[in-house]
């Protein structure tokens, strides 16, 4: 069975403190994606990457960075968090764009910021 | 922003076929539809793809009509695992997924 992973589904921080992310695939996918959804706003992309060291920004990309050292594993990292960051955050993965195949999902992080 | 039109939501009975439209009237000749689902306090959920022909699956059938402005997704015998948000998604080969609203499906008992 295909798998994304990720490292929390629930968490909860504090104003200004660092956050991080974790995703990880296990299908040797190129492709990675972090997406924030909210309320009334569906989906929203904020970084993907197509390589290892590789990063693209998406729709809303203020406020967050991304590290994807190893192919399995991309991160989404809050350097200072905000409240209005509080969302459910999901990482994704697919093998190649061009191919038109499915993105996979994880079952996402509910962060809480205080 | 979204590429598709969808109803907010919609009924189906247990056991009954669920079928939900998209409008998608802007679609460009190199544009597949695409369909996913999210359940509560899941990820999102592939469902299927097409281009110009029907498709089928294990999960769904994919209607698409000859002129590709609209869509169906069929989910031929309902059940109430398929309560679900569904998404109709556009999107050519170098384009990002964008979600849009999505079709809030309730199944019935």
């Known amino acids: 069975d295909v798998k994304v992973t990720q490292s929390s589904r629930y968490l909860v921080k504090r104003t200004g403190e660092k956050v991080f992310l974790e995703c990880v695939q296990d299908m040797d996918h190129e492709n990675m994606f972090w997406y924030r959804q909210d309320p009334g706003l569906g989906l929203r992309l904020i970084y993907f990457s197509y390589d290892v060291k590789m990063k693209e920004k998406g729709d809303i990309p203020e406020g967050y960075s991304v590290s994807r050292e190893k192919k399995e594993r991309f991160s989404l990292i809050l350097e200072s968090a905000s409240t209005n960051q509080t969302s459910m955050y999901l990482c994704?993965?697919?093998?190649?764009?061009?191919?038109?195949?499915?993105?996979?999902f994880g079952p996402g992080t509910r962060l809480t910021v205080l | 922003d979204a590429k598709t039109t969808q109803p907010t939501s919609m009924d189906c009975a247990e056991g009954r076929a669920a079928n939900l439209p998209c409008n998608h009237s802007?679609?460009?000749?190199?544009?597949?539809v695409y369909w996913y689902r999210q359940i509560h306090s899941q990820g999102p959920q592939y469902i299927i793809h097409?281009?110009?022909n029907n498709e089928t699956n294990e999960m769904a059938s994919l209607i698409i009509t000859e002129d590709r402005k609209s869509s169906t997704l069929i989910l031929p015998h309902a059940t109430l695992r398929d309560t679900a948000v569904y998404y109709c998604?556009?999107?050519?080969?170098?384009?990002?997924?964008?979600f849009g609203k999505g079709t809030r499906l309730h199944i019935l008992p």
């Open positions: 097409g281009l110009k």
């Open positions: 994704a993965s697919n093998r190649d764009p061009q191919d038109y195949n499915e993105q996979f």
């Open positions: 998604i556009v999107r050519g080969r170098d384009d990002k997924i964008i």
């Open positions: 802007t679609i460009s000749g190199n544009e597949y």
